[in-house]
């Protein structure tokens, strides 16, 4: 029998926390199918090389319109993409642990969400991943407490409830896309996660606060046109693959996290120059800063997610 290809195109650094995920989903289709499909894994380059002759593209367009079937994109780039629901997800102290996470990523409020991504834009979700777990800061200099965020310049990708975080916190919002479209990193914090730190940082955020404000949410998407074809059977074999690769991966995000924050060799290597962990009391004042954006942003998605989410 011959394979059917199809491609599974990266999108985010570092690259290897993506590349294990889609080869234990390839690893798990294989046994659901008998082997039926190849998944070509194909880095950003690597396939803007192969298939677009060096041409720069976006990953998510190349998935909606059917010239790559599957990828992985971050919940801000699924919420720039018309998809604003996803936004929640970033909300601050929105989860109250992993096993909460869980519940709703596999629950009714996760099938919403993917419902409403394929509302917006035809793209299908198969299953939410972690890609490094809960948020920490990287800065420049020491972030201790509330007060040092004070008019530092935070990066504020495109995410509005972001924005809104940087400004209760006093810090001064600075893009991380000039207007030639060129990346900018030089910005004096910045969100990230122990696992993507030195993918986010380029060494310039030494200073890791351990604020756990809030998840950096991945999802496993598909081309809707791909899923169509698909008979019944290979439509569920690909569901039961994504949810196994999801789990693996949230519970190998947590890992790769614990020992980055525990291993001082570890911290040496990604140029972490000190994590700050918090007190109790700090943490408590912060959840207290953010709050009011419950209020600010329930009706800016398009059901009560928010609500559903907490009640999870």
């Given amino acids: 029998m011959t394979k059917q290809k199809i491609k599974w195109l990266l999108f985010h650094e570092p690259v290897e926390l993506f590349i294990r995920t889609a080869k234990d989903f390839q690893k798990h289709l294989d046994v659901l199918t008998n082997n039926k499909y190849e998944i070509e894994i194909l880095t950003l380059s690597e396939y803007q090389d192969k298939y677009l002759d060096g041409i720069i593209c976006d990953p998510f367009t190349e998935l909606k319109e059917g010239r790559v079937q599957v990828s992985q994109i971050y919940a801000n780039i699924i919420g720039s993409f018309n998809s604003s629901d996803f936004y929640a997800l970033s909300m601050p102290f929105l989860f109250e642990n992993h096993d909460h996470a869980s519940r709703v990523f596999e629950g009714e409020v996760g099938k919403q969400l993917f419902a409403h991504l394929h509302e917006r834009t035809g793209v299908r979700g198969l299953a939410y991943t972690y890609s490094g777990g809960y948020r920490c800061t990287a800065s ?173």
């Fill in 140 to 312: 420049t200099t020491p972030i201790r407490e509330i007060k040092d965020f004070a008019n530092k310049t935070f990066r504020r990708e495109t995410n509005p409830i972001l924005a809104s975080m940087i400004d209760l916190a006093n810090a001064k919002k600075v893009s991380n896309i000039s207007e030639d479209g060129e990346s900018i990193l030089d910005s004096e914090i910045l969100e990230t996660t122990y696992p993507r730190y030195h993918a986010d940082t380029s060494n310039l955020q030494k200073y890791v606060s351990d604020t756990k404000h809030s998840m950096y949410l991945t999802a496993i998407l598909l081309n809707d046109e791909f899923m169509s074809s698909l008979s019944a059977e290979d439509k569920d074999s690909f569901y039961k693959a994504g949810l196994k690769a999801a789990r693996t991966e949230r519970v190998q995000s947590v890992a790769d996290a614990e020992e980055i924050k525990t291993s001082k060799a570890k911290q040496e290597e990604l140029g972490i120059a000190e994590v700050i962990t918090w007190s109790d009391d700090e943490i408590e004042k912060l959840k207290n800063l953010w709050a009011p954006l419950y209020k600010q942003y329930e009706n800016f998605f398009s059901f009560d997610i928010l609500d559903k989410i907490k009640k999870a």
